[in-house]
């Protein structure tokens, strides 16, 4: 079974905006914090941005001030509204659990890539 559905990545210029769509399973997002993980080029996958399951939220350092994790729990959905976009922001983003213990298959993420 498919738990997290990724979408809107793409290709922006540095100081662009995007916003990243993850839908979740029903039981995922009623039951699981939540978190978008990134993995650039050559690089080990890391944790951007979580949410809990009462909105709690935490950021990595370099995207605090420019990056917005939310859920919608109407739509099953988590959301990253990504701002000021860096050329070192540049990778496939995931999303899954937030707790590692927890972690369902990785989906096919969503390529954000930021250039001129």
């Known amino acids: 079974q498919v738990e997290f559905v990724e979408s809107g990545g793409g290709l922006v210029q540095p100081g662009g905006s995007l916003r990243l769509s993850c839908v979740a399973s029903?039981?995922?997002?009623?039951?699981?914090?939540l978190a978008w993980y990134r993995q650039g080029p050559g690089k080990q996958r890391e944790l951007v941005a979580g949410?809990?399951?009462?909105?709690?939220?935490d950021y990595m350092d370099s995207v605090k001030g420019r990056f917005t994790i939310a859920r919608d729990s109407a739509k099953n959905t988590v959301f990253l509204q990504m701002n000021s976009l860096k050329p070192e922001d540049t990778a496939v983003y995931y999303c899954n659990t937030q707790e590692a213990r927890d972690f369902r298959p990785w989906g096919q993420g969503t390529q954000v890539t930021v250039s001129s």
């Open positions: 949410v809990t399951t009462y909105g709690a939220t």
């Open positions: 029903s039981i995922m997002f009623r039951f699981y914090s």
